[in-house]
């Protein structure tokens, strides 16, 4: 149902736009194997970098030889999506590259991303972290000593009721997932060396594909302004890692699949906005090194929606971003559907109908102060990654399997917007119990020391501040003779949702994939998706229909459409790891 609506715009999209493209902020898309050493700053050493589209079906080596004939500097080459990222100090670039037989478009690199904020709702409430405190927590959870793969549960488990909403544990007995299976976390980073990542994170095929920019990132950590492929300095990768593939070890969390390997495929900045280059570079870099599932916990912009034409209220050169945009994505998400990667994707937490999503004022979020009102239509209008092709849509519920008040929805069940939901937290459920805006309505996850540090939940000794008290736990344990001490965090969102699926993904993948057809272990993504929603457990619409959560304003109401076995608050249901590897 998503690919119709997707295919039938692209369609319209190649019919009508060749050789538009925007002017600046836009999109850069480097070979895999050359990308993670691209420069993605818009301008370096008096030169400017650009990003050049070829048209479907036209080399972009050929295109590159081209430009490079034109005086341009060929940085990178993506024969996958047909892209090439070049530095020109010619300030007529963009129309001479236009001008050319064969392109699609021509842009400035910019900013054209961010994760979504971690807590952060559409009223502007800042993330429930700051709202209130949970009493009496402790600051740190003291483990067993040294490694035991086969405990029942690691000391934080007991926190994680999301775990027990999907049968996590109850799976484990069955499956815990296979370290061939490979699961790529598209993100801010993965810190490598966090006592519960180290032991399933895969340093051989983890890359970098971004360039730190001190304006928006601050100063670089190196020299290089290139972080090593297992630095996370924003801490939502991490945070995302955990519940993917936390491994089973005696300390912290346990994730979905804590036997399965981990792949920083990095695309996001430090501060959490994402080069459209990074990404695409990132998701065939997935596709061509064999990963099996890459969870998306972010979104495509600085547009909310990426339109076909763009909005009414659009000029020319904004059109044509979002048209390159679009184009640049649908080849990225289609190259890797084809070699067999599942994709798995935030649906978004702005409480918004995804089939009326009426007007968006928040677009172009960067640089500031260019924002403008637009009129969005469902039809020709994208939240890319989630809405584009072949990704799974993930809504989030919290404990008590209400959806999110912040988690987007749709009332066009056909649209394909949402294939499932899964947890993410809301801390603003429980409503009338003693547990109702409190940090355990979240997700607990890993954590980089460093950003809890700069943040000031834990001081420079390592301990818990008053701050980070019953929203931050340290957790120390002795591995191989010498001890070693985790920190994680409650955080929510469609963001902490997603990897809870990709996570049962993974799991599928290592309970029923082989040799035979694919380039080593792995399984059909199609296959995987299937299972993934055919296990899921059925959930019906509230009753009314109509929603209404208490304490808040009346704008987050949401109306549920659908039946038990597919609406537009659930999708297909909520994820069943049990279920997911028991062929049920």
């Not at 399933?200 to 302004?225: A, M, Y």
């Amino acid at each position: 149902m998503r690919n119709t609506r997707m295919v039938s715009a692209l369609g319209a999209l190649a019919l009508g736009l060749t050789g538009l493209a925007a002017t600046s902020n836009a999109t850069a898309a480097p070979t895999a194997d050359t990308a993670d050493t691209t420069k993605t700053a818009s301008s370096a050493g008096g030169s400017t970098q650009y990003v050049v589209l070829a048209d479907r079906g036209s080399s972009a080596k050929a295109l590159a030889k081209r430009l490079e004939a034109k005086g341009a500097t060929v940085t990178a080459v993506n024969e996958a999506v047909g892209m090439v990222t070049v530095a020109s100090t010619s300030s007529d670039f963009v129309k001479q590259a236009r001008s050319m037989k064969g392109v699609f478009g021509a842009a400035e690199e910019g900013i054209v991303g961010r994760t979504p904020d971690k807590a952060k709702d559409k009223a502007g409430v800042e993330r429930p972290r700051m709202e209130g405190k949970t009493a009496g927590a402790p600051d740190v959870v003291k483990g067993p000593k040294g490694k035991s793969k086969n405990r029942a549960a690691d000391p934080l488990d007991s926190k994680l009721w999301g775990m027990d909403m999907i049968k996590a544990g109850q799976a484990h007995k069955v499956q815990s997932g296979d370290k061939r299976v490979t699961v790529g976390i598209m993100d801010t980073g993965v810190d490598a060396s966090h006592p519960d990542i180290a032991p399933n994170f895969n340093h051989k095929l983890s890359r970098n594909f971004v360039t730190d920019i001190p304006d928006i990132d601050g100063p670089c950590e190196v020299e290089s302004c290139v972080d090593p492929a297992g630095v996370d300095e924003g801490g939502h990768g991490t945070h995302v890692a955990g519940t993917v593939a936390a491994a089973k070890n005696g300390i912290g969390v346990s994730g979905v699949a804590p036997d399965v390997s981990i792949v920083n495929v990095r695309a996001g900045q430090d501060a959490g906005y994402f080069f459209l280059g990074s990404t695409v570079n990132a998701l065939t870099y997935s596709a061509d090194a064999g990963l099996d599932v890459v969870n998306m916990s972010f979104y495509v912009d600085p547009w909310a929606y990426n339109c076909v034409g763009g909005a009414p209220e659009d000029n020319p050169e904004e059109a044509a971003q979002q048209d390159m945009t679009i184009e640049a994505m649908s080849r990225a998400l289609r190259y890797a559907n084809s070699k067999d990667v599942t994709l798995v994707g935030a649906l978004g937490n702005a409480a918004t109908d995804l089939a009326n999503p009426g007007s968006d004022t928040s677009s172009p979020n960067y640089p500031e102060g260019n924002e403008h009102p637009r009129t969005i239509d469902n039809a020709s209008c994208f939240d890319l990654p989630v809405e584009g092709e072949h990704v799974i849509g993930v809504s989030s519920v919290g404990p008590t399997e209400r959806k999110a008040y912040y988690s987007n929805y749709t009332t066009d069940i056909e649209s394909g917007e949402i294939e499932i939901s899964a947890p993410g937290g809301d801390y603003r459920d429980k409503v009338g119990t003693e547990d109702f805006a409190t940090a355990g309505n979240l997700i607990l996850s890993s954590v980089p020391e460093n950003v809890v540090k700069a943040e000031g939940s834990v001081d420079e000794d390592g301990n818990i501040t008053e701050a980070g008290e019953g929203w931050v736990f340290k957790d120390c344990a002795m591995v191989k003779g010498k001890q070693e001490c985790g920190y994680y965090e409650y955080y929510q969102g469609t963001s902490m949702a997603s990897p809870h699926a990709a996570g049962v993904a993974a799991l599928i993948v290592s309970q029923f994939g082989s040799n035979n057809g694919h380039t080593g272990f792995g399984l059909d993504a199609d296959t995987t998706k299937e299972i993934l929603m055919d296990s899921a457990r059925d959930k019906a619409c509230p009753t009314p229909s109509l929603f209404d959560y208490p304490e808040i304003p009346a704008s987050y109401n949401a109306q549920c459409v659908g039946d038990e076995d597919f609406n537009g608050f659930y999708g297909d249901g909520i994820i069943d790891a049990l279920a997911a590897v028991s062929g049920r």
